[in-house]
């Protein structure tokens, strides 16, 4: 059964780091586009970066520019965000997602992924 499964999150104080893995089984990830997406407690799920299969193109939310990075192992069937600077705001249930649909122009349209795992809890606290 096609299945996404992140982990790496946890309790970190601001300013440190964390580096969010999500992992694809019984499926290839090669060949899909994947998206990072974050809901905190009352709010909205929000996207927060993007990669296209080939890794050519990503996308950052505006709050995450320059102090997160999306990368993918296609070999290791797995996409990685790594969450430097970390601030309490950063605090959420992260997401991965998986899409097999071509680029629509909408990088973080919920409805266009395909796949989705059951999220990794990150909480910034000092």
């Known amino acids: 059964q096609p299945q996404l499964v992140e982990s790496g999150g946890g309790l970190v104080q601001p300013g440190e780091s964390l580096r969010l893995s999500c992992a694809a089984s019984g499926f290839t990830l090669r060949y899909l586009a994947v998206g990072w997406f974050r809901q905190a407690p009352g709010k909205e799920r929000e996207g927060v970066s993007y990669i296209s299969s080939s890794g050519d193109r990503t996308n950052y939310t505006a709050s995450v520019k320059g102090r997160f990075t999306i990368s993918r192992d296609n070999a290791k069937n797995t996409v990685y965000l790594q969450m430097n600077g970390l601030k309490p705001e950063d605090t959420a249930v992260y997401y991965c997602?998986?899409?097999?649909?071509?680029?629509?122009?909408?990088?973080?349209?919920?409805?266009?992924?395909?796949?989705w795992g059951q999220g990794t809890q990150v909480a910034v606290s000092s």
């Open positions: 997602a998986a899409r097999t649909k071509l680029f629509s122009g909408s990088y973080y349209n919920k409805a266009e992924y395909d796949y």
